[in-house]
T-cell receptor, first 114, second 115 residues
Framework: ETGVTQSPTHLIKTRGQQVTLRCSSQSGHNTVSWYQQALGQGPQFIFQYYREEENGRGNFPPRFSGLQFPNYSSELNVNALELDDSALYLC?????????????FGSGTQLSVL | AQKVTQAQTEISVVEKEDVTLDCVYETRDTTYYLFWYKQPPSGELVFLIRRNSFDEQNEISGRYSWNFQKSTSSFNFTITASQVVDSAVYFCALSEAVLSRELSFGAGTTVTVRA
């Protein structure tokens, strides 16, 4: 039990639509990262937020954006969905004062784009 | 370029057998961190171990052990006396920046332990 909750667990959208995925933590950690995991692959880093600002980004286009809120929650927004966006999206929380310490992951949101 | 390579896609063993998962990494940094995570069918990644680049001591935790060799850029993971509950996908990951949360994951190895 990691104390990280993601919603919804599953989502079906059509190409061109927009989607918002949510994540919350019970642990009080202050950094949140989002990862995209395609079927049969390892997770790919999308971005990281600390103190409600983005402070690291992987190789993902601007239509992937996020928010971090003071109540230990976060959102991932994806605009203009493409078929290749179909994947499991994982959020992970960590403690900024402990660099490279372990992350606490949620169970993910499975997004299907038709 | 692939920073973390897990050459074994799937491994199937019978309960009580030992299983070793290979991980080879690539980095130019002198300071880096290596991780192993377990992903059961429920989907969440569960932290198993972290090792920094200056600590080459092997580690044992119960039935789990890890062999870190900088000379071959490898960080292998062994499950001794495997159990059905060990069935999962195991990921090796690399973090290169001191303050970064960015993990570069390998493609994962699916371990199936049969009763």
């Amino acid at each position: 039990e990691t104390g990280v909750t993601q919603s919804p667990t599953h989502l079906i959208k059509t190409r061109g639509q927009q989607v918002t995925l949510r994540c919350s933590s019970q642990s009080g950690h202050n950094t949140v990262s989002w990862y995209q995991q395609a079927l049969g692959q390892g997770p790919q880093f999308i971005f990281q937020y600390y103190r409600e600002e983005e402070n690291g980004r992987g190789n993902f286009p601007p239509r992937f954006s996020g928010l971090q809120f003071p109540n230990y929650s976060s959102e991932l927004n994806v605009n203009a969905l493409e078929l290749d966006d179909s994947a499991l999206y994982l959020c992970a929380w960590g403690e900024a004062s402990i660099p490279n310490e372990k992350l606490f992951f949620g169970s993910g949101t499975q997004l299907s784009v038709l | 370029a692939q920073k973390v390579t897990q050459a074994q896609t799937e491994i199937s063993v019978v309960e009580k057998e030992d299983v070793t998962l290979d991980c080879v990494y690539e980095t130019r940094d002198t300071t880096y961190y290596l991780f192993w995570y377990k992903q059961p069918p429920s989907g969440e990644l569960v932290f198993l171990i972290r090792r920094n680049s200056f600590d080459e001591q092997n580690e044992i935790s119960g039935r789990y052990s890890w062999n870190f060799q900088k000379s071959t850029s490898s960080f292998n993971f062994t499950i001794t006396a495997s159990q059905v509950v060990d069935s999962a996908v195991y990921f090796c990951a690399l973090s290169e920046a001191v303050l970064s949360r960015e993990l570069s994951f390998g493609a994962g190895t699916t371990v199936t332990v049969r009763a």
